[in-house]
């Protein structure tokens, strides 16, 4: 019988003095691994995202929810000397430290990687920044939607005769977020191996450029700039969004077999299937246009069960477009516990989607809803030593957050 162990970070600590997106999605992985995540946020507002509404779920913006899981909020102002105080000293117990502060923006509280890793010599300090710390744009915030135009996403994204595009979710900060984890991760085993800490710049337009992927490899190679092919695909024909009879399909082939077997088989065109313009993927890039003329007039006649019964029983990639309600309640998504309940301190029951990171013998942890502002303030402070009339007096003083109200 095989021993379910503990998850991977059980026992390590992070600080998080990160808001927004990327930062708190780096440290959202780190806590659904295990880690014991210190979420640092102004006692005035919080998290940016907390306002990011509507909808909102008994006061908590979704957006706030969606990256916040797994954590422990302390509302701490660390403009005052106080604060700055606090955060050493949950610093000086941390493994991993991530803010998302401007390039040197932490240094004059004293809370930069160079003054930290004086009191904490193992620890690893990631930063999350725009563009990096040794960019000539290293005094520039770092916003997803100007990192996706300036780092090429958007000139590859949308109609080909139409206008620039962004992706519909904040994928530059998502990216950003999951190569931080990455770094974290990665430095954690460094520090084990070697007893000492290390700073990480991480740059949203790195990770931009970097998941350009085979578009930005194409334009190395070619020198040519890339176009945007709307649905298409600029190296794989056919790969598309068809209008079926009664709603869109995608038919995504991915090599000359399976189409082949799509147009004689499916579609019933073997000249098609026998046309040297399209027996070969090469052939139908440049042939583009004119498989299309040939291939929607044929989608549309029929209805979208016809084509995707039909590709299905020949193993050929294909889909309904749905909806994201569609996507989250589909029986392969509660199979997957891609969704999960937990028990929210205002909500209710709240369902938050699950993390897809899957472990056989170390599972990830059983979610905790994101934190109230300051829900954990006193608890945190008890941890290091900080009695019930010296927290009141910090409170008093502004240095933390009132209690939240768990009201409805």
């Not at 029929?302 to 309600?325: F, K, N, S």
């Not at 309640?329 to 301190?345: G, I, L, W």
């Not at 954990?376 to 003083?397: D, K, N, T, V, Y």
Request: charged share 25%; hydrophobic share 40%.
């Amino acid at each position: 019988m095989t021993r379910t162990r503990q998850a991977p970070l059980t026992g390590r600590k992070v600080l998080d003095l990160s808001r927004v997106l990327a930062g708190p999605w780096c440290t959202m992985i780190l806590g659904d691994l295990g880690a014991d995540v210190t979420k640092v946020e102004n006692p005035n507002g919080g998290d940016d995202t907390r306002g990011w509404g509507p909808p909102f779920a008994a006061g908590e913006a979704a957006y706030y929810l969606c990256a916040n899981r797994n954590k422990k909020s302390i509302a701490l102002d660390f403009s005052k000397a106080e604060g700055q105080e606090i955060v050493r000293a949950l610093a000086a117990e941390a493994d991993i430290l991530v803010e998302n502060y401007k390039a040197g923006g932490l240094r004059k509280y004293g809370l930069d990687y160079d003054s930290l890793k004086e009191i904490n010599p193992r620890l690893v300090y990631c930063s999350v920044t725009g563009y990096g710390h040794d960019s000539p744009l290293r005094e520039r915030a770092g916003y997803d939607y100007v990192i996706q135009a300036e780092g090429g996403l958007m000139s590859v994204t949308g109609p080909k005769d139409g206008a620039p595009h962004k992706v519909g979710v904040a994928v530059a900060d998502l990216f950003t977020g999951m190569a931080a984890a990455q770094a974290c991760l990665a430095a954690l085993i460094a520090a084990d191996r070697d007893g000492e800490g290390q700073h990480l710049d991480i740059a949203l337009y790195d990770a931009q450029l970097a998941m350009l992927a085979n578009v930005g490899s194409a334009y190395l190679v070619s020198g040519d700039e890339p176009g945007r092919y709307g649905n298409g695909h600029a190296t794989v024909v056919p790969y598309d969004l068809f209008d079926a009879k009664d709603g869109a399909i995608v038919i995504a082939i991915g090599n000359d077999r399976q189409f082949a077997r799509f147009a004689a088989e499916v579609m019933k065109r073997p000249d098609i299937a026998d046309d040297p313009r399209f027996a070969a993927n090469s052939a139908r890039v440049e042939h583009r246009d004119a498989l299309m003329r040939e291939m929607r007039p044929e989608v549309a006649a029929r209805p979208a069960t016809y084509w995707l019964d039909g590709m299905r029983r020949h193993g050929i990639p294909c889909a309904q477009v749905r909806g994201v309600g569609e996507a989250l309640t589909a029986p392969e998504t509660r199979a997957r516990d891609m969704v999960k309940r937990v028990a929210h301190p205002l909500a209710g029951e709240l369902e938050l989607i699950g993390s897809p990171l899957k472990f056989g013998a170390t599972p990830i942890v059983d979610f905790t809803p994101p934190p109230l502002l300051g829900e954990h303030s006193e608890e945190i402070l008890s941890g290091l030593g900080r009695e019930g009339p010296e927290i009141a007096e910090l409170q008093r003083r502004g240095v933390i957050g009132s209690p939240p109200s768990k009201d409805p």
